[in-house]
C-alpha cells in the first residue's frame, strides 16, 4: 500500500515534466516496481530517488 501511494505522488510529480524527461523517468519508474515485485532490499528508494 506505501510502495502504490509513493508512486502515485512521483507520478503527479513526473506530469510536470517535458516529454522526453517524463519517459526517462517513466523507465526509472518500471524498474523501481519491478524491484518491489522482486523483493529486493527496500533501501531501492535511495537508489531511485523516491
Known amino acids: ?9 512521483r507520478s503527479i510529480n513526473a506530469a510536470r515534466l517535458t516529454n522526453s ?3 526517462l523517468y517513466l523507465t526509472h519508474l518500471q ?3 519491478i524491484i518491489v515485485n ?3 532490499p ?4 535511495k537508489e531511485f530517488k523516491i
Do not use: I, L
Open 38 to 40: 522482486f523483493g529486493y
Open 42 to 45: 527496500t533501501d531501492w528508494k
Open 31 to 33: 524498474s523501481a516496481v
Open 21 to 23: 524527461a517524463q519517459r
Open 1 to 9: 500500500m506505501r510502495y502504490t501511494f509513493v508512486c502515485q505522488a
